[in-house]
T-cell receptor
Framework: DTGVSQDPRHKITKRGQNVTFRCDPI?????LYWYRQTLGQGPEFLTY????????KSRLLSNRFSAERPKGSFSTLEIQRTEQGDSAMYLC????????????FGSGTQLSVL | SQELEQSPQSLIVQEGKNLTINCTSS?????LYWYKQKYGEGLIFLMM?????EEKSHEKITAKLDEKKQQSSLHITASQPSHAGIYLC???????????FGTGTRLQVFP
């Protein structure tokens, strides 16, 4: 399978715990995006990387959220001190070229904070 | 996102009927993308429109872009149960190198 891969598919955690998600993009794609989606809404942009550089982070994103892409390949999204409002589907997407933002999405990680 | 409005929010149609979903932007579009999502899954790319007046078709789905109106429409002909899902429009607004998405249109097709 050469698509975007996300792990885990589901995560249940208690409020206050830290969680980390992983995304493996399509190998030749240099851009990687993180989105968050809540029930009944469209995906909300969180951040994106070009190679290993984090080029933009949403102003709405809490400082409890951090993302890395250390070698320009896979990426991790960490949420510290989770809150119930963090419960959502976290989607990763990758793309090949600037100016053509056709994104290929993974299946997402569904986070439930109890 | 309020920058992209989709209508209707939900649609229930009988199999075989035609339907149209609209996506309107409050800002200049630099590319309009249609995706389909099944509940609890990721987004599947359908079509990309980049030029005003552009129209693309795939099987029974046709999408058009009206650049002047900053609007796109997705039309499904002779709908089938397999068309059921959430249709999302995404747009590169202001050439910002990322897609902003609408809230989606939930389509149900009953036999």
């Amino acid at each position: 399978d050469t698509g975007v891969s996300q792990d885990p598919r589901h995560k249940i955690t208690k409020r206050g715990q830290n969680v980390t998600f992983r995304c493996d993009p399509i190998s030749e794609h240099n851009r990687l995006y993180w989105y968050r989606q809540t029930l009944g809404q469209g995906p909300e942009f969180l951040t994106y990387f070009q190679n290993e550089a984090q080029l933009e982070k949403s102003r709405l994103l809490s400082n409890r959220f951090s993302a890395e892409r250390p070698k320009g390949s896979f990426s991790t999204l960490e949420i510290q001190r989770t809150e119930q409002g963090d419960s959502a589907m976290y989607l990763c997407a990758s793309s090949f070229a600037q100016g053509n933002e056709k994104l290929f999405f993974g299946s997402g990680t569904q986070l439930s904070v109890l | 996102s309020q920058e992209l409005e989709q209508s209707p929010q939900s649609l229930i149609v009988q199999e075989g009927k035609n339907l149209t979903i609209n996506c309107t932007s409050s800002k200049t579009l630099y590319g309009l993308y249609w995706y389909k999502q099944k509940y609890g899954e990721g987004l599947i790319f359908l079509m990309m429109l980049q030029k005003g007046g552009e129209e693309k078709s795939h099987e029974k789905i046709t999408a058009k872009l009206d650049e002047k109106k900053q609007q796109s429409s997705l039309h499904i002909t002779a709908s089938q149960p397999s068309h059921a899902g959430i249709y999302l429009c995404g747009a590169d607004i202001n050439n910002a190198d990322k897609l902003i998405f609408g809230t989606g249109t939930r389509l149900q097709v009953f036999p």
